[in-house]
């Protein structure tokens, strides 16, 4: 079946320290690729998505691009802030018969003024 | 536009009862998703509503069950706890269903205890 693999942390960073989360995938079909970020006592919120391949996802200066050639879709920030500490979490739709998210173990960052 | 409700937000049951979690999409969304997310088994999905029809199911056994209403709101039923069903149950709604692309907008989870 479907599945997502991701670094797992937890990792610390210096604030505006470069990110990079890595994300790989496998799918038998064309999946639709998300980072979904969780913010301690809160629920999952969508950071970024990718519904095809070449597909750049980006928000909030995060960015993550999809890749079938390698199957991936790592995380990216090029200067994170104490407020980006949370955890980050790769996931996949399989864009047929229901919204079902298969998700990544998670990352916990933490980000140090 | 309020976001989506769980009720309650924490549950502590001893083993063996059954328990009831409620989840309120957000106005004009149609599916609900559930999801149990653990430390040990990370996020899992459970069940998808559309319609008042169960879309998908995940790889859990049968004491877990649920239904969607007319008004598209849910609820998850655990019946026979055990002690591993101790997890944040996470609900979220999107607005369609079956294409992949929508995005779901999860509530804040019911904190389940089993002792």
Known sequence: GD???????????????????????????YPSLFWYVQYPGEGLQLLLKATKADDKGSNKGFEAT???????FHLEKGSVQVSDS??????????????????????KLTVNP | KAGVTQ???YLIKTRGQQVTLSCSPISG???????????????????????ETQRNKGNFPGRFSGRQFSNSRSEM???????????LYLCA????SGTG???????PGTRLTVL
């Not at chain 1, 999809?66 to 991936?72: A, F, G, L, N, Q």
């Not at chain 1, 949370?86 to 990352?107: I, P, T, W």
Request: with cysteine.
């Open chain 2, 29 to 51: 969304h149609r599916s609900v998703s559930w999801y149990q997310q653990t430390p040990g088994q990370g996020l899992q999905f459970l069940f998808e509503y559309f319609s």
């Open chain 1, 86 to 107: 949370a955890v980050y979490f790769c996931a996949l739709s399989d864009q047929g018969g229901s919204e079902k998210l298969v998700f990544g173990k998670g990352m």
């Open chain 2, 93 to 96: 709604s999107s607005l369609l």
């Open chain 2, 77 to 87: 039923n655990v019946s026979t706890l055990e002690l591993g069903d101790s997890a």
């Open chain 1, 3 to 29: 599945s997502v693999t991701q670094m797992e942390g937890p990792v610390t960073l210096s604030e505006e320290a470069f990110l990079t989360i890595n994300c790989t995938y496998t799918a038998t079909g």
């Open chain 2, 101 to 107: 692309l929508n995005e779901q907008f999860f509530g």
């Open chain 1, 66 to 72: 999809y890749r079938k050639e390698t199957t991936s």
């Open chain 2, 7 to 9: 009720t309650p937000r």
